[in-house]
């Protein structure tokens, strides 16, 4: 801790009558002190009356998943086709050919497959391969729910068996493309969700709710077990759940079922209190855990917390996981102020840093997920940018975990942003793939999602909708507004823009002053965060064509007291579908008064049931672009990135025939300037030994253009080879080395084609 966090803390150690008075009793008495231990709950040995599976699709529905049919063609699947593509060894395709699912081992390893590839298999080894393929194994951006409903309409509920392996290697997938499966082969998986879960506890509660007999008859047995097990857990966690959500009923009378002995157990378990689920024996705080010198936990009246009180907060973390928290830390959270228990565990978790990371006080670490804030966020994000590059890369993945837990916008904002960019592609990886899961959990896409996920920066916390902020001096106010590229803009009471927010003087309440310097601090990094991410954002919206409804244009963009600042910058479009070819039927802008402007600066009205998109240069006929031109000239509005002065780029006629491009061969370009592509959507590829040998763009899911470097670098050392060539520039399927005759440039999207070609355009020369 710094000196003036050492000062901050060295709060008196006698603690005031004020403060005992408003201490709750779990942090003057907790129940670990009074010895004082929950009743064991009843153990049963009942046999688990089964309940059937069903699928709660009509018959029309099921008949039309069984009509679905992939880019491959089933009927054409030979025994020389899947097995490749599958991966399977010798012994997994002689298994199959038994009628034999297959067993560990049969899958070559780490072989990562399609899943709508099982669509290839052959009668009668497809079912047998669904139910027994390695659900690791299927990439997870490649999971069809089409490809799942097709098995369901084809073979019924003799497929849920590839559904749980699914679901108990990736939750997500496994939950959304398949909601109306009834089975309780699922109810152990959506328990275990419930409880360990905060991504997807709010999609394993609907399905607990729409199923909940089926999780009634295979929980009650698993919770009254004799022999401890975290089935067991997840069961008594689930039957609590379930009761508190309008279940109680249900749960009594399936209770009844099992008999008497089962109705009183579980009032035994409905009737425990929570905050006596505490583990045999309490561990002890380690050494460094010095209450004295953290930042002190304060109530919500300001009063600080006496030392022991801080003490039990630490036992409380020391017992708590981050999916399965004390139930006291509730208490915690709601009586003590937010910002003194995340710099308290901000300190905890120094300290850990400081002594090694010892894994057996990793709860230093979680603390900060269960009691942290956006300023936790702030500060755990570089760390967790870094550790990759320090051969932590485990501890980076649990500092995304982190960001998850803590949950709020600002938090959310930083994970995003990491799964946005970032040198280490494993640690990205993970990052998209909680995006992914967070977008599941809430039935959106990750773009709908990242869309949710912009801080308002306080712009509008009193309700009004205002894009202004006004930070409070006392006898001085000041207001604080945004430019194109979201830098503040701070002018005093008269509206004159100053240089910077004000240093406080004499003659202001030094309280509200020390208050709003600390707030503006906060908003110009939170905003520069939000410019770098969602400039990269919009600026890909444009060359991917992606629409908005009108509605989530009007609340995410026009609405947005941060996102407007920027939508004002740009040009947008009408169009008729939310498909990237829909017809532009007219383009308008954000007015300085958020109300919206056409190409001749008339008020514009949009209407309700059209799609709204940014439109790119080519779409843009040549005299709207000159009109909107002019506009922003006259209103002296910047662009936050090139749009309507954007570069263009078209193929010659003998290129769009082809599949290879050498346009750029003859050029020596900075590699620098190369390793920039990664910003641009391009991933670096690594040739063994950190080698740099060319960048790859995914085209959608099915294809990929590769540019070859010669003669290539080290991985993040542009000064190794400084000059770059490019003689190839590929158009292949995804995961392809090498050209397709099938494939052409010219079958690609104009717009899409001058992108990748503006991209390797603009790389900077060599000097000479």
């Not at 698993?222 to 089935?231: I, T």
């Not at 309280?511 to 310097?517: D, I, M, N, P, Q």
């Not at 958020?594 to 008020?603: N, P, Y």
């Not at 995804?734 to 397709?740: K, T």
Request: aromatic residues 8%.
């Amino acid at each position: 801790m710094t000196n003036n966090q050492q000062t901050d803390a060295s709060v008196n150690s006698e603690t005031s009558s004020e403060t005992l008075v408003s201490l709750p009793p779990l942090l003057l008495n907790p129940p670990w002190l009074a010895k004082k231990r929950q009743n064991p709950l009843p153990v049963l040995d009942v046999a688990t009356i089964p309940t059937q599976d069903k699928l709660h699709w009509t018959k029309e529905e099921l008949e039309k998943f069984r009509h679905y049919k992939d880019r491959y063609n089933p009927a054409a699947a030979v025994a020389d086709v899947f097995p490749q593509r599958l991966r399977l060894t010798t012994a997994g395709i002689a298994r199959l050919q038994q009628g034999q699912g297959l067993l560990p081992g049969d899958v070559m390893d780490d072989c990562r497959a399609f899943m709508s590839d099982v669509l290839l298999v052959p009668e009668p080894a497809r079912l047998l391969l669904w139910n027994s393929y390695p659900a690791t194994e299927w990439l997870s951006w490649q999971v069809s729910g089409d490809v799942i409903r097709k098995m369901f309409g084809d073979y019924g509920v003799v497929a849920i068996p590839g559904l749980v392996r699914l679901f108990q290697s990736q939750p997500a997938s496994g939950y959304y493309n398949t909601p109306k499966v009834d089975s309780p082969q699922l109810v152990e998986p959506f328990l275990h969700t419930l409880r360990h879960s905060k991504t997807l506890k709010t999609v394993a509660q609907k399905w607990i709710l729409a199923h909940a007999r089926t999780v009634l008859f295979k929980a009650l047995p698993l919770a009254f077990q004799a022999s401890h097990s975290q089935a067991r857990d997840n069961a008594r966690h689930g039957l609590r759940w379930l009761a508190a959500n309008g279940g109680e009923a249900q749960a009594r009378e399936v209770a009844a079922a099992y008999g008497q002995g089962m109705t009183d157990a579980l009032q035994v378990l409905l009737s425990a209190d929570p905050l006596l689920v505490l583990p045999g024996r309490m561990p002890k705080l380690p050494d460094f855990f010095d209450a004295a010198k953290f930042h002190r936990p304060t109530l919500l009246n300001g009063q600080p917390l006496p030392l022991e009180a801080v003490e039990h907060i630490g036992l409380m973390l020391a017992i708590s996981k981050i999916d399965a928290p004390y139930a006291g830390l509730d208490i915690v959270r709601q009586t003590c102020n937010r910002a003194s228990l995340a710099a308290f565990v901000w300190d905890l978790f120094e300290v850990w840093l400081y002594c090694g990371t010892p894994a057996s006080y990793n709860w230093a670490f979680t603390a900060l997920g269960l009691l942290g804030d956006d300023e936790t966020a702030r500060r755990l994000t570089p760390l967790v940018r870094e550790w990759p590059g320090q051969s932590a890369t485990a501890r980076a993945v649990t500092g995304l975990d982190m960001l998850v837990a803590i949950g709020s916008d600002v938090a959310l904002m930083h994970l995003n942003g990491i799964a946005a960019k970032i040198k280490y592609k494993p640690l990205q990886q993970k990052a998209r793939e909680k995006i992914k899961d967070l977008a599941d959990a809430r039935g959106f896409t990750t773009e709908e999602l990242a869309d949710r996920l912009v801080p308002r920066l306080g712009l509008d916390e009193d309700g009004g909708g205002s894009s202004a902020l006004v930070l409070d001096f006392g006898p001085r106010q000041f207001s604080i507004a945004f430019d194109e590229t979201l830098k503040p803009i701070v002018k005093n009471a008269e509206g004159v823009r100053l240089k910077d927010l004000p240093k406080p003087n004499q003659g202001d309440n030094s309280r509200l002053a020390s208050e709003a310097v600390d707030r503006f601090k906060k908003i110009k990094k939170d905003a520069k965060t939000v410019a770098s991410l969602q400039l990269l954002r919009l600026e890909s919206a444009m060359v991917l064509r992606r629409r908005w409804t009108a509605a989530d244009f009007s609340a995410l963009l026009l609405g947005h007291p941060v996102m407007r600042h920027l939508a004002a910058c740009l040009v947008w479009g009408v169009y008729d579908t939310d498909q990237p070819d829909g017809k532009l039927q007219q383009n308008f802008r954000i007015a300085e008064d958020w109300t919206l402007a056409d190409a001749d600066d008339s008020l514009f009205e949009l209407p309700a049931d059209v799609f709204v998109g940014l439109t790119h240069r080519l779409e843009m006929p040549l005299e709207v672009a000159a009109a909107f031109g002019q506009i922003f000239a006259d209103y002296d509005i910047l662009q936050p990135f090139k749009q309507l002065g954007r570069e263009t780029y078209t193929l010659t006629p003998e290129e769009a025939q082809t599949s290879v491009l050498t346009r750029f061969a003859s050029r020596v370009l900075n590699t620098a300037s190369v390793m920039g592509l990664a910003n641009r959507g391009w991933e670096g590829m690594e040739h063994g030994g950190g080698w740099l040998g060319e960048y790859r763009k995914p085209l959608g899911e099915e294809h990929q253009v590769t540019v070859q470097l010669t003669p290539g670098t080290i991985m993040g050392n542009p000064t190794h080879e400084p000059r770059q060539k490019i003689p190839t520039v590929t158009l292949t399927e995804r995961n392809r080395y090498g050209a397709s005759e099938q494939l052409k440039f010219g079958s690609l999207d104009t717009i899409l084609v001058s992108e990748i070609l503006r991209d390797l355009a603009l790389l900077a020369l060599a000097k000479n």
